[in-house]
């Protein structure tokens, strides 16, 4: 019989990560420049629906609606622009530095929202500041994926 990992009979150790919906959590969208998209072909959704889906999925998980920060949300800018040339991304990053979201979570539509940064400077950047502070991203779309 094929096994999957994990194996709820045998998890050598290994224990699921689960959402921190008791700690602060920073919600995060971003969308490019709809002039910059082909209208016959972009079917990403807007940064209000993302954020509105992202808020309402958070809810639905258990946080409650003074525990989030649904202000990141840098509309009309590029993720290949440096952190310091998207004022919310910024503001991220300050928040991370301040320790406001230690210990919690960043929710984002999907990981392409972050960065589209191609020498993935920026991307370990926040890597780095989320270990720093004991924060998880986690992504929901498509699928819930929940990085430590």
């Known amino acids: 019989?094929?096994?999957?990992?994990?194996?709820?009979?045998?998890?050598?150790?290994?224990?699921?990560?689960?959402?921190?919906?008791?700690?602060?959590?920073?919600?995060?969208?971003?969308?490019?420049?709809?002039?910059?998209?082909?209208?016959?072909?972009?079917?990403?959704?807007?940064?209000?629906?993302?954020?509105?889906?992202?808020?309402?999925?958070?809810?639905?998980?258990?946080?409650?609606?003074?525990?989030?920060?649904?202000?990141?949300?840098?509309?009309?800018l590029s993720g290949t622009l440096r952190p310091d040339e998207r004022p919310d991304m910024l503001r991220l990053f300050e928040d991370l530095d301040n320790g406001k979201l230690d210990h919690g979570t960043v929710i984002c539509y999907q990981e392409s929202r972050l960065f589209r940064d191609e020498t993935e400077i920026y991307f370990n950047q926040l890597i780095q500041k989320c270990k720093e502070h004991d924060v998880l991203v986690v992504s929901v779309s498509p699928y819930v994926i929940i990085y430590d």
């Open 1 to 76: 019989m094929r096994k999957f990992k994990p194996d709820p009979q045998d998890n050598h150790g290994y224990l699921p990560q689960t959402l921190r919906t008791l700690i602060r959590a920073a919600l995060y969208a971003r969308r490019s420049d709809p002039a910059a998209k082909k209208k016959e072909t972009d079917t990403s959704q807007s940064r209000e629906m993302q954020t509105e889906d992202l808020l309402a999925w958070a809810i639905k998980m258990g946080w409650q609606e003074g525990d989030l920060e649904p202000y990141f949300s840098d509309l009309g």
